[in-house]
């Protein structure tokens, strides 16, 4: 039996470049796109609960362009077929939502609210307080701090209420307001909630998503199609039976980097070539309790999942790394590797080639990485060591000893240290990183170590 409460969702399929446009700018296409479908499936989530009461049913009113049957099967598969799902109409935001609540009230409704799915904010409670509100009053709006509305209901189709609205703009909930004043509309008012339109609301989404999964791995990439395959490999037998995220944000590799990443069935992102925006973008997308930051090149340790969880929860740590391997048996390199160990427990000094985890909380709190042309990770620890202790796990990960072998184990040690003197000298980073390409030229292909 169809409940006389009904509930109308727009959103629209995730397709990189036209979803969420106004977020590309910081996310890109394909990042935007995933925000698109983690904020749908969030929105479904919040009002599960009072679907299942049967205090309303829903309809999904999604974007449809000119493959409306492939369209439709798309939706089906990605939310479920057992979902009712209409195509919106042509035309603005007021046409649409004036077609979808006259097909509402025409197949019996008698009490129709319609949302998005860009308020993280908007759950179950809110729409029995809407549905009550019109209990009394003509209309009810739910006010969004951006000046529009995140929720409209009503109980009777008003299509003045749509018309003559300059959408997207700040003056919707005050346009529409006039204009129910104007034909004497009892209205009703929810509280304000804030909807993620621009790349400043990012912050609202990450205190209100759930987290999907105990760990998300973030792996930058460029141009590492030698590496990437056996990366991934690793990553799932390592993991066990544990569920984990793994993300891949790419900096425009020209080799095949990201056909063998999408052959993974991983998601890719698209981003600038630095590996700083490429992790910290990485982060806002990813959905785990913990970050794990890991290098392309980089194997990691049997059942690293429960060490992660294991390291954090230790009373007064805020982030974790593992022991260093380097593969290869160039004369020095153990050597190398008991300096790294002992530099990283005696002075809570890891690097980014160790894999750098903590929690997805602490990670927004600090900010993120630094935005530098190098040193993103070095700048990064000492950020987080006057927050709490860094711990090192009693495993290891195996590294490539590319680096060691291309330039030799005593001039990138030197090289190293040099980075290291010349960035607490004050060298700005930008000359730093130029300093860096010039000594190992091989570098200017992938993100500096």
């Not at 130029?434 to 200017?444: M, Q």
Request: proline share 6%; hydrophobic share 40%; net charge negative.
């Amino acid at each position: 039996m169809i409940s006389p409460n009904r509930l109308l969702i727009f959103t629209r399929y995730p397709v990189p470049g036209q979803a969420k446009t106004r977020l590309i700018p910081a996310l890109g296409a394909e990042g935007s796109a995933l925000l698109q479908r983690q904020m749908t499936e969030h929105t479904l989530r919040q009002i599960e609960p009072l679907i299942q009461t049967d205090r309303c049913s829903a309809e999904i009113w999604y974007a449809a362009g000119a493959d409306a049957e492939n369209e439709l099967q798309q939706m089906r598969d990605w939310l479920g077929a057992e979902r009712q799902y209409l195509s919106q109409v042509e035309g603005d935001l007021g046409v649409k939502l004036t077609a979808a609540f006259q097909n509402a009230f025409k197949r019996g409704a008698e009490k129709v609210l319609a949302i998005g799915t860009d308020c993280p904010g908007l759950g179950s409670d809110r729409l029995k307080e809407a549905y009550q509100q019109l209990e009394s009053h003509d209309l009810v709006l739910g006010k969004a701090t951006d000046g529009g509305y995140y929720l409209i209901g009503m109980k009777r189709l008003i299509p003045e209420l749509f018309r003559d609205i300059t959408w997207g703009t700040s003056e919707v909930l005050r346009q529409t307001v006039a204009i129910a004043q104007s034909l004497n509309l009892s209205i009703a008012y929810l509280d304000e909630l804030s909807d993620i339109d621009y790349p400043e609301d990012l912050p609202i989404w990450h205190r209100a998503k759930e987290y999907k999964t105990p760990l998300s791995v973030i792996i930058p990439t460029v141009n590492e199609g030698r590496s990437i395959q056996a990366t991934l490999q690793n990553i799932q037998e390592a993991c066990g039976e544990e569920a984990i995220e793994v993300l891949v944000i790419d900096g425009k590799s020209e080799d095949d980097t990201i056909a063998q990443v999408q052959a993974a069935g991983i998601p890719v992102i698209s981003a600038p070539r630095n590996r700083a925006e490429q992790m910290n973008l990485g982060a806002q997308l990813a959905s785990g309790e913990n970050f794990l930051f890991l290098h392309a090149d980089t194997r990691l340790p049997a059942g690293f999942p429960a060490l992660v969880r294991q390291t954090l929860v230790q009373p007064g740590t805020i982030a974790g790394a593992f022991q260093l391997q380097i593969a290869g048996d160039l004369p020095g390199l153990r050597l190398v590797e008991w300096g790294v160990n002992r530099r990283s427990h005696l002075l809570q000094m890891p690097y980014g080639d160790q894999a750098i985890f903590l929690s997805a909380a602490a990670f927004y709190e600090l900010g993120g990485f630094p935005e530098l042309p190098i040193m993103e990770d070095f700048e990064m620890i000492l950020r987080l060591r006057q927050r709490g202790g860094i711990r090192i796990v009693p495993a290891a990960v195996k590294t490539s000893g590319r680096r060691w072998q291309r330039l030799g184990v005593l001039k990138t040690t030197l090289v190293n240290q040099a980075m290291i003197t010349g960035y607490f000298l004050g060298v700005p980073p930008d000359r730093l990183a130029r300093w860096y390409r010039g000594l190992d030229s091989a570098s200017r292909d992938r993100p500096i170590p």
